[in-house]
């Protein structure tokens, strides 16, 4: 069941994606890179490397609550990299086993963490944030500080982990520190090896506190720069727990993101980010509109292997 529940997890996104319902999509898992999982206007097939077997799981598994978050059979899950999907119970298990582990070690877990995003590792050396702004709390627990730095140290290393764990529970989000929703403030990052888009966890994330989410204000519209091709984009973002991307038309190594406009908090006016990656992600459609970007243009279809894939399998249903 574990196994279907990360591969099936995907489909609500694509399908509330815009893209028209008669289009089929395939992508890689990342935990079982041997196959493939390929989506059709109602199911999923879930294909065996060699073709000769595949399952089914029907589109009305996937639920989006109130507060933001995509659920596949009462499990909260979080979507990752637009191909993976992480399942956060199975995420618990595993954090409780690296704090253990740790432990015996007498070291502290956070002192391992990504400054890049995991499944692109071959973006080497530093990432650098700085921000126009950050938070600053009194809370019972001492002064809790929602730095620029907090963006790059939501996800474990995973040279240094124990199993499959990738989400920092222990994580904080940055928070901009000015009066009102944060319409203007700026993140800076910069990286040692160029990146062909960043991926962005938006909102505050904590999954002992869903409603932190939509309590706090989130970003809806972001303008950035590429500071090394003096180019601008604008990107509009989901109000939705995933990962999210903006694509640049040629690679680079420094970018600033600006504050355009805010999906409003309910409780408080805080705008809050909890992972800002550079990634090597890339959006290969020649039709895709990099200056004004919304999410559901990005995906890409292979024509080729959707092709090939329903000549094998789908004609054997």
Not at 36 to 55: A, K, L, M, Q, R
Not at 144 to 165: C, H, M, P, R, S
Not at 219 to 245: G, H, I, P, R
Request: hydrophobic share 35%; aromatic share 16%; charged share 30%.
């Amino acid at each position: 069941m574990y196994k279907k529940s990360i591969l099936c997890i995907l489909l609500l996104f694509f399908v509330c994606s815009g893209f028209s319902q008669t289009q089929f999509y395939y992508f890689y898992t990342d935990k079982f890179y041997n196959d493939e999982v390929y989506v059709t206007p109602d199911s999923i097939y879930f294909i065996g490397v060699d073709y000769n077997e595949y399952s089914i799981l029907p589109l009305s598994l996937f639920k989006l609550n109130d507060n933001g978050f995509l659920y596949y059979d009462n499990e909260i899950v979080l979507l990752d990299n637009l191909t993976n999907a992480l399942v956060i119970s199975e995420q618990r298990k595993e954090y409780i086993r690296l704090l253990d582990f740790y432990d015996k070690l007498k070291r502290n877990v956070e002192e391992r963490y990504l400054h890049y995003y995991y499944s692109n590792r071959s973006l080497k050396g530093e990432t650098r944030y700085k921000a126009s702004s950050e938070l600053s709390e009194k809370t019972k627990n001492g002064l809790v500080i929602y730095e620029a730095d907090n963006l790059g140290k939501f996800a474990f290393d995973k040279t240094e982990q124990i199993g499959d764990l990738y989400f920092n529970f222990n994580h904080k989000p940055w928070v901009e520190g000015v009066s009102g929703n944060g319409i203007g403030e700026s993140i800076h990052l910069s990286c040692d090896t160029e990146f062909n888009s960043i991926a962005i966890l938006n909102g505050y994330i904590d999954f002992d506190k869903l409603h932190l989410y939509k309590n706090n204000s989130r970003v809806k519209k972001f303008k950035v720069l590429d500071e090394d091709n003096n180019v601008e984009y604008f990107a509009l973002l989901d109000d939705e727990v995933k990962f999210q991307f903006i694509y640049f038309e040629k690679p680079t190594k420094k970018v600033k993101l600006i504050i355009e406009e805010v999906y409003e908090g309910s409780k408080w006016d805080d705008t809050c980010i909890t992972g800002l990656i550079p990634s090597n992600y890339k959006v290969k459609s020649e039709s895709f509109d990099f200056k004004n970007q919304k999410q559901e243009n990005a995906i890409n279809l292979s024509k080729e292997l959707s092709k090939s894939l329903k000549n094998k399998v789908l004609k054997k249903e």
